[in-house]
């Protein structure tokens, strides 16, 4: 699944949050924002603008009604504004002075208030909430919240506010957008957070919200898997970040000239990674103290550091050492497949993995080449170097062992039965070690898949209510056995809802899942056993969620991701491949049994 849905995908609405960074609010003044005209050139500081409301929100109509006052307080949460100051006009001096949207928790809602005789009261469904440290979470909570209307100085006024911000759904869709930042992996590459911004039309005012939570450093949740290279006590010495003829230009204060060439190049790749994504940022130029510093991606002949010169080495996407294949197993033997070529013969080597006799179940393979495999009736986990080279035995002794997965660090991660009860083993030198899973949830886990960069794992867990996908950070203590913490579920139903027609049936079924991307999953799913399965994507935060359209005679039952090209692949029960097109699933090899992108 590749960029917009095909035609006859359903498109379910999506959760989207916004995360209101502390930063943002924090700067002085307002922030301009352009209304007209191509954005070649951007200066900043922007000059202060004159109330920063906008068009849509209104203050209070003298002698407004009861139920307008209601409707045009929950507008105004709606459109963000610095402090908010429209919105407090509809409410009471003392509800105004106690209440803190910028701070406090907020809440995204699909309903809408209702009058019964005198009373006002806001209903319907909290499809998520933020955090003060504005994570993002789920919710399906039941909605009520009566709203207190009283006169002051002769004008209805609310009197009581629950909470921060209160946002409708479809306000998140339309005016905010999602920006990962990165951090620095355990497993040496850069890891994507998202956040979400106000739709800004300066990307200048863009840029200077993403560095500064930046420099606020990692969220909470990813902390046992994440470092930063900021220096602690760093900020931004000017009111915001600057951008000329594609120059972003990020000046900061603290000891950053204590950070020695490396650290340096660190800073500037996680720099680098968050401002790319914005069209109008061609390079990066870091200041410290109030002059420019070289860095070892800095462009020949100046300082600035362009976009394309960061080292694919923290590329969250590890680079292949070969050409991307698809690796297949078709009778027990394993080869290799060209995706992009329509209905070809796998390539079989004549001796390794699958042609030493012993038939291989499934198959797994990581960018630099190294393959995993389950033989002997799923008793056994096997690795070689490559699919044509002997393979030695990591692990053996056990049972159901589920398809294996390898790490860009060619770590080897397996999930089987041994002493009652199933176990996670990961292997780097040939030998396997229990990994920690307390933190996961009672279950039996029926799927995982690490994410590209190597700092998570999404799982497919079964229990007694049906299947759950949920994400967890990998923790590698050193001297220490890995562990997983930080399990966080990503519950699909309130992403799943509509705001036209009943509400989407509870997916209770899940097959396979992959990584689409460092920021992405993609799911195998179905609304109950027998249906065929559908491919849903989920943003890793479950802010949002679309699924495809099921296919008359398609039932896709495994799945895999080429991650540089964004391609997704399915094995369907009918053991053909599919690759996709955009627009259709186009058909690559059949009899084949299982099968494996790198990752």
């Given at each position: 699944?590749?960029?917009?849905?095909?035609?006859?995908?359903?498109?379910?609405?999506?959760?989207?949050?916004?995360?209101?960074?502390?930063?943002?609010?924090?700067?002085?003044?307002?922030?301009?924002?352009?209304?007209?005209?191509?954005?070649?050139?951007?200066?900043?500081?922007?000059?202060?603008?004159?109330?920063?409301?906008?068009?849509?929100?209104?203050?209070?109509?003298?002698?407004?009604?009861?139920?307008?006052?209601?409707?045009?307080?929950?507008?105004?949460?709606?459109?963000?504004?610095?402090?908010?100051?429209?919105?407090?006009?509809?409410?009471?001096?003392?509800?105004?002075?106690?209440?803190?949207?910028?701070?406090?928790?907020?809440?995204?809602?699909?309903?809408?208030?209702?009058?019964?005789?005198?009373?006002?009261?806001?209903?319907?469904?909290?499809?998520?909430?933020?955090?003060?440290?504005?994570?993002?979470?789920?919710?399906?909570?039941?909605?009520?919240?009566?709203?207190?209307?009283?006169?002051?100085?002769?004008?209805?006024?609310?009197?009581?506010?629950?909470?921060?911000?209160?946002?409708?759904?479809?306000?998140?869709?339309?005016?905010?957008?999602?920006?990962?930042?990165?951090?620095?992996?355990?497993?040496?590459?850069?890891?994507?957070?998202?956040?979400?911004?106000?739709?800004?039309?300066?990307?200048?005012?863009?840029?200077?919200?993403?560095?500064?939570?930046?420099?606020?450093?990692?969220?909470?949740?990813?902390?046992?898997?994440?470092?930063?290279?900021?220096?602690?006590?760093?900020?931004?010495?000017?009111?915001?970040?600057?951008?000329?003829?594609?120059?972003?230009?990020?000046?900061?204060?603290?000891?950053?000239?204590?950070?020695?060439?490396?650290?340096r190049g660190e800073l500037a790749a996680q720099l680098v990674w968050t401002l790319k994504q914005l069209s109008s940022v061609q390079k990066v130029l870091l200041v410290a103290g109030g002059s420019p510093i070289k860095v070892p991606q800095s462009e020949v002949g100046g300082l600035a550091v362009p976009v394309s010169t960061v080292s694919s080495v923290l590329d969250p996407v590890p680079t292949l050492s070969v050409k991307e294949p698809l690796?297949?197993?078709?009778?027990?033997?394993?080869?290799?497949?060209?995706?992009?070529?329509?209905?070809?013969?796998?390539?079989?080597?004549?001796?390794?993995?699958?042609?030493?006799?012993?038939?291989?179940?499934?198959?797994?393979?990581?960018?630099?080449?190294?393959?995993?495999?389950?033989?002997?009736?799923?008793?056994?986990?096997?690795?070689?170097?490559?699919?044509?080279?002997?393979?030695?035995?990591?692990?053996?002794?056990?049972?159901?062992?589920?398809?294996?997965?390898?790490?860009?660090?060619d770590e080897v991660w397996a999930v089987g039965r041994r002493g009652g009860g199933q176990r996670m083993w990961v292997s780097t030198d040939g030998r396997a070690e229990e990994v920690g899973t307390a933190a996961l949830p009672g279950g039996r886990v029926r799927a995982f898949r690490i994410s590209p960069d190597g700092a998570r794992m999404a799982l497919l867990v079964t229990d007694g209510?049906?299947?759950?996908?949920?994400?967890?950070?990998?923790?590698?203590?050193?001297?220490?056995?890995?562990?997983?913490?930080?399990?966080?579920?990503?519950?699909?139903?309130?992403?799943?809802?509509?705001?036209?027609?009943?509400?989407?049936?509870?997916?209770?079924?899940?097959?396979?899942?992959?990584?689409?991307?460092?920021?992405?999953?993609?799911?195998?799913?179905?609304?109950?056993?027998?249906?065929?399965?559908?491919?849903?994507?989920?943003?890793?935060?479950?802010?949002?969620?679309?699924?495809?359209?099921?296919?008359?005679?398609?039932?896709?039952?495994?799945?895999?991701?080429?991650?540089?090209?964004?391609?997704?692949?399915?094995?369907?029960?009918?053991?053909?491949?599919?690759?996709?097109?955009?627009?259709?699933?186009?058909?690559?090899?059949?009899?084949?049994?299982?099968?494996?992108?790198?990752?």
């Amino acid at each position: 699944m590749t960029g917009s849905p095909r035609r006859g995908a359903t498109l379910r609405t999506p959760v989207l949050v916004v995360l209101l960074l502390a930063a943002l609010l924090l700067l002085p003044g307002c922030v301009s924002i352009p209304t007209s005209g191509p954005v070649e050139k951007v200066q900043g500081p922007q000059p202060a603008c004159e109330g920063c409301v906008d068009v849509a929100v209104a203050p209070p109509a003298p002698g407004a009604a009861p139920a307008d006052i209601v409707n045009g307080f929950l507008r105004a949460n709606a459109n963000y504004q610095p402090g908010y100051a429209v919105a407090k006009q509809y409410l009471t001096t003392g509800a105004a002075e106690k209440w803190s949207p910028e701070t406090d928790d907020a809440t995204i809602y699909s309903g809408r208030p209702e009058t019964e005789g005198d009373q006002i009261t806001l209903k319907g469904t909290v499809v998520g909430a933020l955090d003060k440290e504005r994570t993002f979470q789920t919710r399906d909570d039941d909605l009520e919240m009566p709203f207190q209307l009283v006169r002051e100085s002769g004008e209805w006024r609310i009197g009581n506010v629950r909470g921060g911000l209160w946002i409708d759904d479809y306000s998140f869709t339309s005016r905010y957008a999602s920006y990962p930042l990165y951090f620095l992996g355990d497993a040496g590459a850069l890891v994507p957070s998202s956040i979400f911004l106000p739709q800004l039309r300066n990307p200048a005012s863009v840029a200077s919200s993403l560095v500064a939570a930046l420099l606020a450093g990692p969220p909470d949740r990813l902390k046992d898997a994440v470092t930063t290279a900021v220096p602690a006590g760093t900020s931004l010495s000017a009111d915001s970040v600057t951008i000329t003829d594609g120059t972003a230009e990020v000046a900061l204060t603290g000891p950053l000239q204590q950070l020695d060439d490396a650290q340096r190049g660190e800073l500037a790749a996680q720099l680098v990674w968050t401002l790319k994504q914005l069209s109008s940022v061609q390079k990066v130029l870091l200041v410290a103290g109030g002059s420019p510093i070289k860095v070892p991606q800095s462009e020949v002949g100046g300082l600035a550091v362009p976009v394309s010169t960061v080292s694919s080495v923290l590329d969250p996407v590890p680079t292949l050492s070969v050409k991307e294949p698809l690796v297949v197993v078709r009778d027990g033997r394993v080869g290799q497949v060209d995706p992009q070529t329509t209905t070809p013969d796998p390539a079989f080597a004549s001796g390794g993995l699958g042609g030493d006799g012993r038939p291989v179940g499934t198959v797994a393979v990581s960018a630099s080449g190294t393959t995993a495999a389950v033989t002997d009736r799923r008793t056994v986990l096997r690795r070689a170097s490559a699919v044509g080279v002997d393979p030695a035995v990591v692990l053996d002794g056990v049972r159901d062992l589920l398809r294996p997965q390898v790490s860009r660090l060619d770590e080897v991660w397996a999930v089987g039965r041994r002493g009652g009860g199933q176990r996670m083993w990961v292997s780097t030198d040939g030998r396997a070690e229990e990994v920690g899973t307390a933190a996961l949830p009672g279950g039996r886990v029926r799927a995982f898949r690490i994410s590209p960069d190597g700092a998570r794992m999404a799982l497919l867990v079964t229990d007694g209510s049906g299947t759950h996908v949920g994400t967890a950070l990998i923790r590698r203590p050193e001297g220490h056995p890995a562990e997983l913490t930080e399990w966080q579920l990503l519950d699909l139903r309130g992403a799943l809802s509509t705001a036209e027609g009943p509400p989407a049936e509870p997916i209770t079924d899940m097959l396979d899942l992959a990584w689409a991307d460092p920021t992405s999953l993609l799911v195998l799913t179905r609304q109950r056993r027998g249906d065929p399965a559908t491919v849903t994507r989920v943003s890793d935060d479950a802010a949002s969620v679309e699924t495809d359209a099921p296919r008359d005679g398609f039932d896709p039952v495994e799945l895999g991701v080429l991650l540089r090209t964004g391609t997704a692949v399915v094995r369907t029960r009918e053991d053909r491949v599919f690759r996709d097109d955009g627009q259709s699933w186009s058909p690559v090899v059949g009899h084949v049994d299982a099968l494996a992108a790198p990752s």
